[in-house]
């Protein structure tokens, strides 16, 4: 069950990964004004979907009910409260600051969920730690 429980965390920490990395190259592009970016990541994020849909015994560990709580998790700090916290801190610099200051939403969107991702992977080391602790103690 053990197993079951880190493979799960690799899995979204993996896949959370691969989202950031997707924003960060949209951004990119838009700053080089050149779609390359999005389209290598775009490449590389359809070769993992493929080679996790065709090997089998991936498939079967995609279904667990533990990946997919974990995905949630990672989802809800990846791209949930990105989303929400991008919008409510643009409006509110917009609003003190005005237009001309402030960055694009997409970048403050890939800061936040940076951070959001980061959070999600020292609270799983945390717990992983936490629960080594408590079974080698016993």
């Given at each position: ?133 408590k079974t080698s103690g016993r």
């Open positions: 069950m053990q197993n079951v429980r880190r493979y799960a965390d690799i899995i979204a920490s993996i896949e959370g990964l691969m989202w950031l990395g997707l924003a960060w190259s949209i951004s990119i592009s838009m700053y080089k004004g050149s779609t390359e970016p999005t389209v290598a990541m775009l490449f590389v994020i359809g070769a993992l979907v493929l080679i996790s849909w065709a090997h089998r015994p991936m498939r079967y560990l995609l279904g667990r009910y533990h990946i997919r709580k974990r995905r949630t998790d990672m989802w809800i700090h990846t791209l949930a409260l990105p989303l929400l916290l991008a919008m409510f801190f643009h409006i509110m610099l917009e609003a003190i600051v005005g237009s001309a200051w402030l960055p694009p939403k997409m970048l403050l969107f890939n800061f936040l969920a940076s951070a959001g991702w980061m959070t999600f992977v020292m609270t799983l080391f945390i717990k992983f730690v936490i629960h080594s602790v």
